[in-house]
């Protein structure tokens, strides 16, 4: 079985500040591991995965993640937040050695950067 | 051709009637997936097309849903006696082959009176 948690529904963050999503997540075997970001009225745009080799995973928009196996995370980051970055993003995850290819989403984190 | 691309936009129906939604996927992506999005919510899977293979329906939450492919090319989502439940945004996306980075269209909103 493969699930994904993102403890926090709002993160508030200001301009120019660091920007963290958590994300943890739960497999069998190893993770395919993403990140989406969903703007108002609009579908799922892809950011980043983690599929295999460095744990850094760099991505659109200046966002980064960092797969840590130990502690089962693949949180989201940005050196400096903008108001632009505003919006739903949505972490997934799926089991490579589950047989299945339907990844399982987590319920979305609002991030909300104040000027 | 970009993207994936969904029609309609918006669909407004009175319960008990059947609907249609149609999801055109980036060409030569074997893979599509429908997802079903209730306000404020996180995204719940519906089904799963990969190329001439037997669609992977577990998500389907009634009988009333159902989904159709026609070889690697465009879906449709019906779904019969609509229900106020039914009320949410649908999502199609695609995909090549694995890993599979998925490409989400930008959905039907669907509004069941």
């Known amino acids: 079985a493969q699930s994904v948690a993102q403890p926090e529904d709002q993160v508030n963050v200001a301009e120019g500040n660091p920007l963290t999503v958590k994300c943890t997540y739960s497999?069998?075997?190893?993770?395919?591991l993403f990140w989406y970001v969903q703007y108002p009225n609009r579908g799922l745009q892809f950011l980043l995965k983690?599929?295999?080799?460095?744990?850094l995973v760099k991505g659109s928009y200046g966002f980064e993640a960092e797969f840590n196996k130990s502690q089962t995370s693949f949180h989201l980051k940005k050196p400096s937040a903008l108001v632009s970055d505003s919006a739903l993003y949505f972490c997934?995850?799926?089991?490579?050695?589950?047989?299945?290819?339907?990844?399982?989403f987590g319920r979305g984190t609002s991030l909300i950067v104040h000027p | 051709g970009a993207g994936v691309s969904q029609s309609p936009s918006n669909k407004v129906t009175e319960k008990g009637k059947d609907v249609e939604l149609r999801c055109d996927p980036i060409s030569g992506h074997t893979a599509l997936y429908w997802y079903r999005q209730r306000l404020g919510q996180g995204l719940e899977f519906l089904i799963y097309?990969?190329?001439?293979?037997?669609?992977?329906k577990s998500g389907l939450p009634s009988d009333r849903f159902s989904a159709e492919r026609t070889g690697e090319s465009v879906s449709t989502l019906t779904i019969q006696r609509t229900q106020q439940e039914d009320s949410a945004v649908y999502l199609c996306?695609?995909?090549?082959?694995?890993?599979?980075?998925?490409?989400f269209g930008p959905g039907t909103r669907l509004t069941v009176l």
């Open positions: 983690y599929i295999t080799g460095d744990n």
């Open positions: 497999v069998s075997g190893n993770p395919y």
């Open positions: 997934a995850v799926r089991d490579r050695g589950g047989g299945s290819y339907i990844p399982t």
């Open positions: 097309f990969q190329g001439n293979s037997a669609p992977d």
């Open positions: 996306a695609s995909s090549s082959s694995a890993p599979d980075t998925q490409y």
